[in-house]
């Protein structure tokens, strides 16, 4: 409870402008625990949609199907 009171304390003091960029810092390192401990499981369904549509956009359908994907026929020796 005593880091948690320093917090406030140090909180409090700083301007208004500032206390939103503690805020957005705090957003980031949730956020990035979060998907660092488990992946998408803690995602919200508005984050999976979004990261489902980043993935789509980021294929072209206009991109070449290689049919035949044997060795010989990629890579010329």
Same mark, same amino acid.
């Given at each position: 409870?005593?880091a ?6 140090? *909180? ?8 939103? @960029?503690? *805020?957005?810092?705090? +957003? ?8 660092? +401990?488990?992946?998408?499981k ?7 949609? +979004? ?20 060795r @010989?026929? *990629?890579? @010329?020796?």
């Open positions: 409870m005593i948690e009171e320093k917090l406030i304390a140090k *909180i409090n003091n700083l301007p208004p402008s500032e206390i939103d @960029e503690v *805020i957005d810092f705090v +957003d980031f390192l949730l956020q990035k625990n979060r998907i660092r +401990d488990n992946g998408s803690h995602r919200t369904l508005q984050e999976r949609a +979004d990261a489902i549509d980043r993935w789509a956009t980021s294929h072209s359908i206009e991109t070449p199907v290689v049919f035949d994907d044997r @010989e026929t *990629i890579y @010329e020796d």
